[in-house]
């Protein structure tokens, strides 16, 4: 147990030490953008004096590196900055954005999931069969559509033809089913193919040729001893996911008009607004992070061997 | 090998298309007739003359979509070119050294992994208008290192190959890992070898059936996002016909002409099936990853 705790705790570090790395990184990078964030806050007729005294006043006038640990020393208080464009706090803006992209996020890996764990079983049982060499096309076109064009004709068939969906925004559940809809077909092949090759390699282990020797029924044995296993490497993989899916969902929110994290940073980046590209980035890369760290977490859980090791 | 095919015949048509064009056999990409528009101004849907159809400008979108393929082609296979020279450098060194290096670089590997591409290759994309860099100490008259950052093709495949290294990387050091301790790698060593012999006459021959394959999937990955960039605007400026702006400029007149946005979403589904293909159909040739799994 005292090994588990030492192991989390310096994975726990890691954590704090990549998320400051994406910092300079994204810090650097955004500032490079060679606007002046003054000239664009006074607007078209300032005269130099308002545009000196902006300057002065947001700390564009400090060098770089002072200007980083000014914002790292606000982001260790809980504090982002504000928006160039807006003035809002990033925090809010990022949490008023929030709810939309966790709630679709969910939504989407939940509904793939489902889809993904039968379908990869069975195709893992019956393996080479019509339908596992059929799944694994679909699977393979899945992943080949770019986000952005499935998600219009999604919404130009399902939503705007035959008005099973709204067709964009965001007032409720139903207008987050198909950009749902969207990611599943993106993703669902995917990881039904992750699950088949996992499941392949646990069905020729020696346990599950004992359970069967047992006399346990096929179900038991899939499910139970099989499934279980096979999950593991797949958790891992949709823990270090979460950057890709991301970017999926940028896309989608944008086609669906979604006010979510996605459609802030895409806005953040073309209007140069310098806090918000920083808050959404690093809040991304925080995810991401979260997930890894969560990931190893659950390892503990469901595999006991990992301990040992 | 159906992704060969695929990737064959679209590379034969990308390098083709001038020819056709210059022969009649395809109408010019870039042409505006008024003969490309009915009378209210509007977009042709597909007939004999123009077989997919024309655009909001009256240009050929057959054309315009087999032109596309020389810019969504050529930058997807320049980014993972970039791509695959980035992460088998980090990954040969890291897997090579081990630690310290390998630690350090993976770190960096892991950082970068966790932002995610898409913002990182816009905010890139965002540094390119027409500024200066002086990649060369103030002091030294080495203005022929001085590049001008500004979008274009060269600009867009490097970003894109600079934000999907990270995947070859992990895959490569692994093979690494385990080749170093091999008897021949010991041996060369033993007798002499320099780091540098080693690592390009030995290590690296035995990784290349990996780096193929990872090369031909990691095409998939760079032509979409290729396509992604190009759809948010960033992309090729125009008036270069790559797949994704082609997309976005169809879709104000998507409802009334929906084939302007179906058609090179096909093109690029096609695409990036072929190149999944292809490197899956490498991998069970190449077997570089030597499972045990037998029929």
Known sequence: ?309 | MSGLLIVGSLVLLALIAPTLSRHHVLLDPVEQSARGLDQDGMPLAPSKQFLFGTDNLGRDVLSRVIHGARISLSVGIAAMATATIIGVTVGVLAGYYGRPLDTLLMRFTEITMTIPALLLAIAFAGLMDGKQVHPHPSWLPWHFLDVTLRPGLGSIFLIIGFVSWTGIVRVVRGQVLALRERDFIQASKALGSSDARVMLRHILPNVLPTIIVLAAMSTAGTILLEAGLSYLGIGVPPPAPSWGSLIADGQPYFIAAPHIVIVPGIAIILTVVGFNLLGQGLQDVLDPFQKPVKK
């Open chain 1, 1 to 309: 147990m005292n090994v588990t705790l030492t192991r989390l705790s310096s994975r726990l570090l890691w954590s704090v030490l990549v998320l400051l790395g994406t910092s300079v990184i994204t810090f650097f990078v955004a500032h490079a953008v060679p606007a002046d964030p003054a000239r664009t806050m006074a607007g078209a007729k300032a005269d130099a004096e308002t545009i000196r005294r902006i300057r002065h006043e947001m700390h564009f006038d400090e060098p770089r590196v002072q200007q980083y640990g000014r914002y790292l020393w606000g982001l260790a208080h809980g504090d982002l900055g504000k928006s160039y464009v807006t003035n809002q706090r990033v925090t809010d803006a990022i949490l008023t954005r929030l709810p939309a992209t966790l709630a679709l996020s969910t939504m989407a890996v939940v509904f793939w999931m489902l889809l993904a764990v039968p379908v990869g079983v069975l195709t893992a049982k019956f393996r080479d069969s019509k339908f596992d060499r059929t799944v694994l096309v679909l699977g393979t076109i899945g992943l080949s559509l770019p986000a952005f064009w499935l998600g219009r004709m999604l919404q130009y068939a399902l939503a705007y033809r035959a008005g099973y969906f709204p067709v964009a925004g965001f007032r409720g559940w139903r207008h987050l089913l198909l950009p749902a809809l969207t990611l599943v077909i993106l993703f669902a092949g995917y990881y039904a193919r992750l699950i088949h090759s996992s499941m392949v390699e646990v069905l020729s282990s020696d346990y599950v040729r004992m359970a069967r020797a047992k006399g346990l029924s096929e179900i038991a044995v899939l499910f139970r001893h099989g499934l279980r296993n096979a999950l593991i490497p797949v958790i891992t993989v949709l823990g270090m996911d979460v950057a890709g899916l991301l970017g999926g969902v940028i896309f989608t929110e944008n086609v669906f008009a979604l006010p979510g994290i996605g459609t802030l940073a895409l806005q953040s980046v073309f209007n140069l607004d310098v806090p918000i590209i920083m808050g959404t980035v690093l809040f991304s890369a925080a995810m991401v992070v979260a997930a890894n760290l969560g990931v190893d977490f659950l390892y503990h859980w469901v595999d006991p061997r990992v301990k040992r090791d």
